[in-house]
């Protein structure tokens, strides 16, 4: 499927002089005036999402808080000489940078949409390319403001054309003591690089994943949230705009220069740790082949996620319990890692975590999830989640969770892993009524189709396609 069709836009200037040539060439009253722009622009595709749509001269166009707030702006810009600004000056900048990210936070109100409309993006870069090597303050609220205008690709290429990349990338070089500037600094690297696979590449280019592995090494974990982040968007290929992105290359980089070592830290630190969530999904991010993953158990990794799963379950911590049980579940990709994961007792924990957590269906099937990877060609593994009990839990959680599909789906995974290699897991899973419970979740549920026909062909089923 190739790329979507280029989305159609006008900006505020182009739709105000439309509707006045309507009126002084035309001969339109205004009101006809603005009908007809709106209708034709409308035929035409045009999408005028952020367009305060009403007649030029109107003083309610001029009244808009985010039009007013960006004119004001935009005239001390302009009066703005490049060097040291006055301390009132610095003072209203600030001030009507702050109260256009007040506006912008305003979910629902389309401010956004109408900011970038009327250059906000290059607007902010502009000023913050002047105040960045002085105010703090104004540092931070240009920094905060352009998080918030950064939400598609028009604004983002606005912002790669107004040298956005290398001006932040600067400002996080500059900083790197300042932990407030960083996290800041970080989330316009998120923003920026989600869904522009030319900014990942501006970013990787500038070196920002060395700059994000010294952070990772000089701060306290935890104290920069939206580095985890940048590194997330960093590795996400998400730009439809392209056909081959480049972001594997990158996880490998970011492992070659010790962000894994720096991330296992994290994790090491235990369910306390604030950031452990965001360090667990980030890992997951860099683990795209066997060597990182090796890597990450060559440094503690197994063995801190196991201890995160403890204590996971010990609190009743559904969210961490399920996003340690995602990661693991991509380390024992690696065979090598498998085996390490269950010599360190890790599925008689997994079976205790099953326990601990039975009346939650989103957490048993992340922990089933990883049973059946532990399971898949390994009739030793196999042997050893029956005898800790798994194939009883997942047989009691199918019964007492038929409506949740993604349950069901992981538990027929999970059981066909348990039986395929195993004759006589089959024959103690079908005598605990396994094949009911699997026929209920192929007739419930359409995803579970396949995975519970395979599971009672390989359970020795007769009419397993039935």
């Not at 109107?58 to 810009?77: C, F, G």
Request: aromatic residues 4%; contains cysteine; proline residues 2%.
């Amino acid at each position: 499927m190739g790329p979507p069709k280029a989305v159609r836009t006008i900006s505020q200037q182009a739709f105000n002089e439309m509707v006045k040539e309507n009126i002084e060439d035309i001969g339109m009253n205004p009101a006809e005036a603005l009908e007809d722009a709106v209708q034709t622009l409308t035929l035409q595709g045009v999408d005028l999402s952020g367009i305060v749509t009403c007649i030029p001269g109107d003083s309610s166009v001029n009244s808009h808080p985010v039009i007013q707030t960006i004119e004001r702006l935009k005239q001390l810009n302009l009066e703005s000489s490049g060097k040291q600004e006055s301390d009132d000056v610095l003072k209203e900048i600030v001030e009507l940078l702050d109260r256009l990210n007040g506006l912008c936070a305003d979910e629902g109100s389309g401010n956004v949409v109408i900011a970038n409309k009327n250059d906000g993006v290059k607007l902010v870069c502009s000023i913050f390319l002047k105040i960045r090597g002085g105010c703090n303050q104004g540092v931070i609220s240009s920094l905060k403001t352009l998080a918030k205008l950064l939400h598609d690709v028009q604004s983002t290429e606005a912002f790669r054309e107004s040298g956005g990349a290398l001006a932040v990338v600067g400002v996080i070089k500059d900083n790197i003591q300042d932990a407030n500037i960083l996290d800041y600094g970080f989330s316009v690297v998120a923003a920026a690089a989600t869904g522009n696979e030319v900014l990942k590449e501006s970013f990787m280019d500038l070196k920002i994943d060395e700059l994000i592995v010294q952070c990772l090494m000089e701060h306290a974990s935890g104290s920069i949230p939206y580095l985890y982040e940048a590194i997330q968007v960093l590795l996400t290929s998400d730009d439809n705009r392209v056909v081959a992105s480049q972001v594997f290359g990158y996880a490998r980089k970011f492992a070659k220069i010790g962000v894994v070592e720096a991330l296992v830290g994290s994790l090491s630190q235990g369910i306390g740790s604030p950031c452990l969530i965001s360090a667990c999904n980030t890992l997951k991010s860099i683990a795209v082949n066997e060597e990182i993953c090796r890597a990450v158990a060559d440094n503690g990794g197994i063995d801190a996620l196991l201890s995160c799963i403890d204590d996971s379950g010990q609190q009743g911590n559904q969210a961490f319990a399920k996003t340690c049980c995602s990661l693991l579940s991509k380390l024992a990709g690696s065979d090598a890692n498998k085996c390490a994961i269950v010599e360190k007792r890790g599925m008689d924990r997994l079976v205790r975590l099953l326990m601990q957590f039975c009346n939650e269906p989103s957490v048993l099937q992340e922990i089933m999830s990883i049973i059946s990877v532990l399971c898949l060609r390994s009739p030793g593994n196999a042997a050893r989640a029956i005898e800790a009990g798994a194939g009883d839990l997942a047989i009691q959680s199918m019964e007492r969770f038929i409506e949740s599909e993604q349950l069901q789906r992981n538990a027929c995974f999970m059981i066909r892993n348990l039986a395929v290699r195993n004759p006589e897991n089959r024959e103690l899973l079908l005598a605990n009524g396994v094949e009911k419970l699997i026929r209920k979740a192929k007739s419930t549920h359409r995803s579970c189709k396949v995975a519970a026909t395979d599971a009672l062909r390989d359970l020795g089923v007769v009419n397993y396609n039935s």
